[in-house]
């Protein structure tokens, strides 16, 4: 019997922890402010920093992006520790980076701890630190040995496999993939072995058949960590309907995403992310929608060394093949409009406005990945 962690649970262990020093804030009214300082707040997919135009790969933090994990209020991220893509280091290269996210943790205990557990999303709250919940993107790190590879990175820390990333693996087929042949026998095998440790199976990056096969193969509740709606933007990065709503009878969660996929062009504004999260609470229901914004935690200045560095990285994943319609080099990755560390708070404020209630903006902000990473972790 799986175990259920009901929204109440956590609300009445998260009551009385609102953050001490509140600063007044006006993109946001005090009962959002109130109901977001007290919530759980998971980002589905993200990460703590930001652009940096004086960092260099394997460069720890600046200050100025701790300084804003630790205001921003998230209790925790789905934090990817894997390089992307079919690359013969991919595993190597993935244990680099857990070492790196170790190390800033370690560096910085006051402001990260590392999630293992649900309950360490509690201690997390309680402690006003963001945690980082280790994910990996694709699953070309684990190679073709699952049983050798799955548990070194079990044992350090990763909770989240994502099967695909846009092109097609040894798992099945990424997005991207025109032939759209679903999981292989082998992505079956690693999601019975994923299941079988307790770690979240993300079915994000993956080709139609692989939403549908993989909501059918998981025992239990997957998830789609960082997505849009498919029937209202036809971007293969999204989501269809029906693959909604199975993942919702399966007891899984969609985190809607920040980036352009949820328009047809042009740059994204907050009510396309509302008007998503809306059609996926109307096909899902409200216990299986959250937040995966595929985005930072601090603010974006938009300089001209940004939009320079934008442009190198659009054409480099075309390069790549792993660019997805919507990846403009003149259009930003992000929404100006949520472009702060406080997104999340706004967003709870903007659907207030929209006359969502309490209960499904908390629902909403976190406590959905919350039940879900409870009953698949345990």
């Given at each position: 019997?799986?175990?259920?962690?009901?929204?109440?649970?956590?609300?009445?262990?998260?009551?009385?922890?609102?953050?001490?020093?509140?600063?007044?804030?006006?993109?946001?009214?005090?009962?959002?402010?109130?109901?977001?300082?007290?919530?759980?707040?998971?980002?589905?997919?993200?990460?703590?920093?930001?652009?940096?135009?004086?960092?260099?790969?394997?460069?720890?933090?600046?200050?100025?992006?701790?300084?804003?994990?630790?205001?921003?209020?998230?209790?925790?991220?789905?934090?990817?520790?894997?390089?992307?893509?079919?690359?013969?280091?991919?595993?190597?290269?993935?244990?680099?980076?857990?070492?790196?996210?170790?190390?800033?943790?370690?560096?910085?205990?006051?402001?990260?701890?590392?999630?293992?557990?649900?309950?360490?999303?509690?201690?997390?709250?309680?402690?006003?630190?963001?945690?980082?919940?280790?994910?990996?993107?694709?699953?070309?790190?684990?190679?073709?040995?699952?049983?050798?590879?799955?548990?070194?990175?079990?044992?350090?820390?990763?909770?989240?496999?994502?099967?695909?990333?846009?092109?097609?693996?040894?798992?099945?087929d990424g997005s991207l993939e025109?032939?759209?042949?679903?999981?292989?026998?082998?992505?079956?095998?690693?999601?019975?072995?994923?299941?079988?440790?307790?770690?979240?199976?993300?079915?994000?990056?993956?080709?139609?058949?692989?939403?549908?096969?993989?909501?059918?193969?998981?025992?239990?509740?997957?998830?789609?960590?960082?997505?849009?709606?498919?029937?209202?933007?036809?971007?293969?990065?999204?989501?269809?309907?029906?693959?909604?709503?199975?993942?919702?009878?399966?007891?899984?969660?969609?985190?809607?995403?920040?980036?352009?996929?949820?328009?047809?062009?042009?740059?994204?504004?907050?009510?396309?992310?509302?008007?998503?999260?809306?059609?996926?609470?109307?096909?899902?229901?409200?216990?299986?929608?959250?937040?995966?914004?595929?985005g930072y935690v601090s603010r974006?200045?938009?300089?001209?060394?940004?939009?320079?560095?934008?442009?190198?990285?659009?054409?480099?994943?075309?390069?790549?093949?792993?660019?997805?319609?919507?990846?403009?080099?003149?259009?930003?990755?992000?929404?100006?409009?949520?472009?702060?560390?406080?997104?999340?708070?706004?967003?709870?404020?903007?659907?207030?406005?929209?006359?969502?209630?309490?209960?499904?903006?908390?629902?909403?902000?976190?406590?959905?990945?919350?039940?879900?990473?409870?009953?698949?972790?345990?």
């Open positions: 019997m799986s175990i259920q962690l009901h929204r109440r649970q956590f609300i009445a262990a998260t009551a009385g922890l609102a953050l001490a020093g509140r600063e007044t804030r006006a993109v946001a009214s005090e009962s959002a402010a109130s109901v977001y300082d007290r919530s759980i707040v998971i980002d589905g997919l993200g990460g703590p920093g930001g652009f940096d135009t004086a960092a260099r790969p394997g460069d720890p933090l600046a200050e100025r992006f701790l300084a804003d994990a630790r205001r921003s209020g998230i209790t925790a991220i789905n934090y990817t520790v894997s390089a992307v893509g079919n690359v013969p280091t991919a595993f190597e290269d993935t244990v680099a980076a857990i070492a790196a996210a170790n190390r800033e943790i370690a560096d910085h205990p006051d402001v990260f701890i590392q999630v293992r557990t649900a309950a360490d999303l509690l201690t997390a709250k309680r402690s006003n630190r963001v945690g980082l919940i280790y994910g990996i993107q694709d699953t070309a790190p684990l190679g073709t040995d699952i049983a050798r590879r799955l548990p070194i990175l079990q044992n350090l820390g990763v909770r989240i496999v994502q099967m695909t990333y846009n092109r097609r693996n040894l798992a099945g025109p032939a759209n042949g679903g999981l292989s026998n082998f992505g079956r095998e690693i999601i019975a072995a994923l299941n079988e440790r307790r770690i979240l199976v993300d079915l994000s990056h993956g080709g139609q058949r692989v939403h549908a096969d993989g909501i059918t193969a998981s025992r239990r509740p997957p998830a789609i960590t960082h997505t849009g709606c498919r029937n209202l933007v036809d971007n293969p990065r999204n989501t269809w309907d029906a693959d909604l709503k199975a993942l919702a009878d399966k007891g899984g969660v969609a985190g809607i995403y920040f980036v352009p996929f949820l328009r047809a062009k042009g740059e994204l504004r907050s009510e396309d992310i509302i008007r998503h999260i809306e059609h996926a609470i109307k096909v899902a229901g409200e216990d299986h929608v959250g937040i995966g914004t595929d974006i200045e938009v300089t001209p060394e940004y939009q320079r560095y934008h442009r190198q990285f659009v054409s480099s994943r075309r390069e790549a093949g792993i660019s997805a319609p919507g990846e403009d080099p003149d259009v930003l990755m992000f929404s100006p409009d949520y472009n702060e560390p406080r997104r999340l708070e706004k967003l709870a404020h903007d659907l207030f406005r929209r006359g969502h209630s309490t209960g499904r903006v908390e629902k909403i902000l976190g406590m959905n990945f919350a039940r879900l990473f409870k009953e698949v972790w345990g």
